[in-house]
């Protein structure tokens, strides 16, 4: 291997880790953004839930047709194109006059998220040879979480400085960046192509997911005996049962089934979906809090979220290192035990309103995020023959996006949902029936949309509803927590008893080509 492959190789695993940076700034960047954004277009709770919600619907849907992308056309073509589908929906949510506006290209991200990161992560995985894939995943991942360390600062500043738009227009130069370093890899970004693709079955999983996750969305508004709840949840859970036998009985499925027959892999997707389904409503929920319950601005907002993000950004590397030498279960299981130990510590201080009990857990879950993920990933599509490593990673990330968009709806409803309850007793509490009480429920209604005219109302006029308010807020925050701890935990039970200390490679995916 001459020293200007071994350049090449590099930057491969560079112009990847860039691709996976864009998507960890837009992520951290548009938490640090949601409350300047829910009180620019007026959102309630609900529609603000779903600024975070269609995306991740939005990649749970499609990312399975991105891994499967990756195999027919290439790492390099699919991941380019990718990355400039990604750059123009943050281009236009950053242009967006509205919720619709907004929405829509945030879906636009969403499909450029599901041609980047299947095609980074293998580009990044098949850059070396087993021997340095471990190290080579760490610090692809250790890169990407370096851009979330910077992500938030940075957009909170910007958030601070010039609104929030620019949270979503600092992703364009990271992504004119991405593809110069993409073009210096050269031929290192070579890959096998194999199969076809199959359009129907993309369709067919996004009409299960759709119904699914707005069903369980707004539960919370509709209640979850109304038969509208009913009918979307049985809709997408029949569709998605129709799904699952299209892909048992297709000769090149979208979602290879045949994958998770295997102990080893069927613990990597149990993992990846429990641990999503618990983080995206902890990152979502902690920038609402600090601004909303403990005042933080937008930047200290980012600032605060370093105690998360560098503890996963030092543990990244190292859970590459452990994954060389002792296989994915003693990373994995570090991880999740950490994070859900944090998880915890937050259902239990989050109604103390005190930024420094938030501290060992924020530092507990971002060490055991560095820890379980990558490596999740890497030990999933290590597996399988190289020219289907697509499909592999795109059934795991399916598996761990559906985690994320159903935990977002979850947990969005249960903080929602008790939320709305102790509003209506804190109205109750602070007048009569009457005018006066409607117009401290319109006055209250404002405020949680953000609205300072109305906030300052309540501080100067109702100062202990104010105070109520905002102590709710803080209680409903950590009720929601429970479900994501409990997603965790569940992930640590899967992984102690599936996951093996030194895994052999399987016989069956042998045959999955």
């Known amino acids: 291997?001459?020293?200007?492959?071994?350049?090449?190789?590099?930057?491969?695993?560079?112009?990847?880790?860039g691709g996976l940076g864009m998507i960890m700034i837009d992520a951290t960047g548009t938490a640090v953004a949601l409350p300047a954004i829910q009180r620019d277009l007026l959102l309630s709770h609900g529609a603000q839930q779903w600024v975070i919600t269609i995306y991740a619907l939005t990649v749970a849907a499609a990312i399975a047709t991105g891994g499967r992308l990756a195999d027919v056309f290439g790492r390099d073509r699919t991941f380019r194109v990718g990355v400039v589908i990604f750059a123009t929906g943050s281009l236009l949510s950053g242009l967006s006059l509205n919720l619709p506006m907004l929405l829509a290209s945030r879906a636009l991200e969403g499909l450029g998220n599901i041609l980047i990161v299947p095609a980074a992560a293998l580009l990044a995985t098949e850059a070396f040879g087993p021997a340095q894939r471990g190290k080579a995943m760490g610090i692809y991942s250790g890169l990407?979480?370096?851009?979330?360390v910077f992500g938030p600062i940075i957009c909170g500043a910007l958030v601070q400085l010039g609104g929030w738009r620019w949270a979503f227009f600092v992703n364009l130069p990271l992504a004119a960046m991405t593809l110069l370093m993409l073009r210096a890899a050269g031929p290192a970004t070579s890959a096998p192509r194999s199969g076809t693709y199959r359009p129907a079955h993309s369709l067919l999983l996004a009409a299960a997911l759709a119904p699914l996750v707005l069903g369980?969305?707004?539960?919370?508004?509709?209640?979850?005996?109304?038969?509208?709840?009913?009918?979307l949840i049985g809709t997408g859970g029949c569709v998605l049962a129709v799904f699952i036998q299209v892909q048992r009985r297709a000769a090149e499925p979208l979602v290879d089934l045949r994958l998770f027959a295997d102990r080893q892999f069927a613990a990597d997707g149990i993992v990846l979906f429990c641990a999503q389904c618990a983080l995206i409503g902890q990152s979502a929920f902690s920038a609402l809090y600090l601004q909303r319950v403990l005042h933080f601005t937008p930047l200290q907002s980012g600032l605060a979220m370093l105690l998360f993000l560098m503890p996963l950004m030092a543990c990244a590397p190292l859970s590459g290192l452990l994954y060389d030498r002792h296989g994915a279960k003693l990373p994995v299981v570090g991880g999740l035990t950490l994070a859900t130990l944090g998880l915890l510590w937050e259902t239990q201080v989050l109604r103390y309103a005190d930024f420094m009990l938030m501290v060992p857990a924020l530092i507990a879950t971002g060490a055991g995020t560095g820890l379980l993920m990558s490596q999740t990933y890497t030990d999933g599509t290590a597996r399988i023959a190289e020219d289907t490593r697509g499909r592999a990673f795109g059934a795991l990330d399916t598996v761990r996006q559906l985690g994320g968009a159903i935990g977002m709806a979850a947990i969005g409803t249960v903080v929602a949902g008790t939320e709305r309850s102790r509003f209506l007793e804190i109205a109750a509490d602070a007048a009569s029936p009457g005018p006066v009480r409607e117009h401290l429920q319109a006055l209250m209604e404002q405020a949680l949309y953000g609205g300072p005219?109305?906030?300052?109302?309540?501080?100067e006029q109702w100062p202990a509803v104010a105070s109520a308010l905002r102590l709710s807020a803080a209680r409903s925050i950590g009720d929601g927590y429970y479900v994501g701890a409990g997603m965790m935990a569940l992930g640590l039970l899967a992984a102690v008893?599936?996951?093996?200390?030194?895994?052999?490679?399987?016989?069956?995916?042998?045959g999955v080509r």
């Open 216 to 231: 369980l969305q707004q539960s919370h508004a509709w209640g979850w005996t109304s038969p509208l709840t009913l009918a």
């Open 144 to 148: 990407g979480g370096l851009a979330m």
């Open 1 to 17: 291997m001459t020293a200007e492959n071994t350049k090449q190789q590099w930057y491969t695993v560079f112009a990847g880790s």
């Open 453 to 459: 005219e109305s906030i300052n109302t309540l501080l």
């Open 497 to 510: 008893v599936l996951m093996r200390r030194h895994p052999s490679a399987p016989d069956l995916v042998k």
